[in-house]
């Protein structure tokens, strides 16, 4: 696939975007915002960052990295989106129970930066 140009949405710079051909331009430009060196556009990329990195985060405590805590794509996938609501400030913080004594909570801390919790506790084990 041949390199295409996309435009950074933040000051309009044309950045070459490889393999961009194959691209829509939504994701071209997506690309080049991703890419350029404007301020506008690093503050992007750090929020972009911080989600992605979020998001391995709940990977690795409740996905595929999680070993026996493990829970199925449909939790995954809530996770990730309480994620998203955080990152884009829509919620200061969130915590899912997932079942008696295994919680996800998703913060959002000092400087924008976003915290993943697996609690748990023992509490379970003394019922029944
Ligand atoms: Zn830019």
Redesign the pocket.
Known sequence: MAAAQGT??????QILVEDGEGMTEPQRDECA?LH???D??KVYQEAALRRDTAKRRVDELFGEGAGEHRQPDEVIREIKSAVDLICDKKAKNMTLTIRTGLKCRIMQMAKDKIKVVREMSDTDSFEQ
Request: charged share 25%.
């Open positions: 950074c949405r933040f000051c309009g710079q915002t350029c060196e404007c506008d556009a």
